[in-house]
């Protein structure tokens, strides 16, 4: 069978155990990716996180490849963002423990400072990444913020620090790094608090927000890239969410777009008058005072980010073939990075470390799922340049360079081909009987979709 046919029958068959009133959306039980980041000063250098781990990329986007769940020691809380620092550091919080990865995700650890506590959310200075800040939530024991000074290796807790206190957010203002706001609950209370000198004191905001049934689950989600004190912020009610705005430092909150799905991130243009909005299904783009409107593409899991004038966005494979993709037009248009059939193997790392050793054995039943090239080795070994014969190194150089054997676009020794483009997975919203018979058929046919580099 013709691998790039595998994920569509998978996904058939997913659809059809969930019955004919099901609604066919990317994230149902199947690989995605969820979220994405790029190395501070390296625009080449990707990281995206994703439900089956997380894949890499040192050469612009041309290759990607995977990093094991495993390996990474997160277990059940997958981060749902990751930085990554200049210095080459890889740092996530967990929702439980602050992950980390010094050599560029060859090698993880869990931070020993937060083993008693919860880690819920991480915020970098926007200029300098050795000043970093952490917020806690676990239940029974003092939460509040904490920060480094020297990139994450040490870390302090600021005064905000109390019992009942829970926090899930931290973001710090690039239009004044001094301001740092961090959103939670204490008894009930949903809380927003904001900082004015780096973390040393903090004022704090109970908004209302009575005119939502039972609120829940305050997070502040971005702030205004020119004006310190607009801020955004999400609540859940009812089974939506609602997007807010505050354009007093949160003393107060006005609804910008009720969405009735789940909230994955947000991101604004540079003057801060567009807003881009990711969701479970959906993609969002509006004034940021609102209201939104529902773009055509991407379709599931559509995670955002913005560097300068690129939008980066999230999307699933099962739907519209790539899973990462860039728009250069504010998102009108697309162009694929890579779809999940395209990762090439296991991230190229130096034996010794938990990604080579540990992920290799597990690329060939990933890859059978993704309808991606099947390297019995995993992929870790580089076949021989054009130029010499030879065989580059597979480890990384250092966690500040490129990824010696990034140009490994083609097969394994001795395997066939790998797919260069995606005969689709194509699906419709709504009743499933007409998605089913499109994705028994559209395999058969050529789409005569490309990827475009």
Request: charged residues 20%; contains cysteine; hydrophobic residues 35%.
């Amino acid at each position: 069978m013709n691998p790039r046919h595998a994920p569509c029958l998978r996904l058939a068959t997913l659809v059809l155990g969930l019955g004919l009133g099901a609604t066919a959306h990317g994230h149902a039980g199947l690989p995605e990716t969820s979220n994405v980041t790029l190395r501070r000063g390296h625009p080449e250098d990707f990281f995206v996180g994703t439900t089956f781990g997380a894949v890499i990329s040192r050469d612009g986007g041309r290759t990607f490849r995977w990093l094991c769940p495993d390996a990474m020691g997160y277990g059940g809380w997958r981060p749902e963002a990751y930085l990554w620092r200049e210095s080459g550091l890889i740092l996530a919080a967990t929702g439980s423990a602050l992950l980390r990865s010094p050599d560029g995700g060859c090698s993880w650890n869990t931070h020993p400072f937060f083993k008693d506590t919860w880690v819920s959310g991480l915020a970098a200075h926007p200029s300098d990444d050795r000043v970093l800040y952490v917020v806690t939530n676990r239940y029974n024991i003092a939460n509040g913020v904490y920060r480094s000074l020297d990139g994450g290796e040490t870390w302090a807790a600021s005064p905000l620090l109390r019992e009942k206190l829970r926090l899930n957010a931290v973001r710090v203002s690039s239009a004044q790094p001094r301001r740092v706001y961090v959103s939670g609950e204490e008894d009930g209370q949903l809380l927003l608090l904001r900082s004015d000198d780096a973390g040393e004191t903090w004022t704090q905001s109970a908004p209302d927000l009575s005119s939502l049934l039972l609120p829940y689950d305050l997070a502040v989600v971005a702030t205004d890239p020119s004006n310190v004190d607009i801020l955004w912020a999400r609540v859940s009610s009812q089974g939506s969410t609602y997007l807010m705005r505050s354009d007093d430092a949160g003393q107060t909150l006005v609804l910008v777009q009720r969405i009735d799905d789940v909230f994955i991130n947000m991101d604004l243009s540079a003057d801060g008058k567009t807003a881009w909005v990711g969701t479970l299904n959906h993609f969002f783009r509006g004034a940021s005072t609102g209201p939104l409107d529902m773009l055509s593409l991407p379709t599931g899991n559509a995670c955002v980010l913005r560097v300068g004038e690129t939008l980066y966005g999230c999307g699933s494979t099962w739907l519209h073939d790539w899973a990462l993709a860039r728009s250069t037009d504010e998102g009108s248009t697309w162009t694929p990075l890579f779809g999940l059939y395209e990762i090439q193997g296991t991230h190229l790392c130096p034996v010794g470390t938990p990604v080579r050793d540990i992920c290799p054995s597990r690329w060939p039943q990933l890859a059978e799922q993704l309808g991606a090239p099947l390297y019995p080795d995993g992929g870790v070994e580089v076949p021989p340049t054009p130029s010499d014969g030879g065989v580059p190194d597979a480890g990384v150089p250092d966690a500040g360079a490129p990824d010696a054997g990034a140009p490994d676009a083609g097969p394994g020794p001795g395997q066939p081909p790998g797919p260069q483009g995606s005969d689709g997975c194509g699906a419709t919203r709504g009743n499933m009987a007409p998605a089913i018979v499109l994705l028994f058929t559209l395999p058969l046919l050529r789409r005569g979709r490309r990827r475009v580099n």
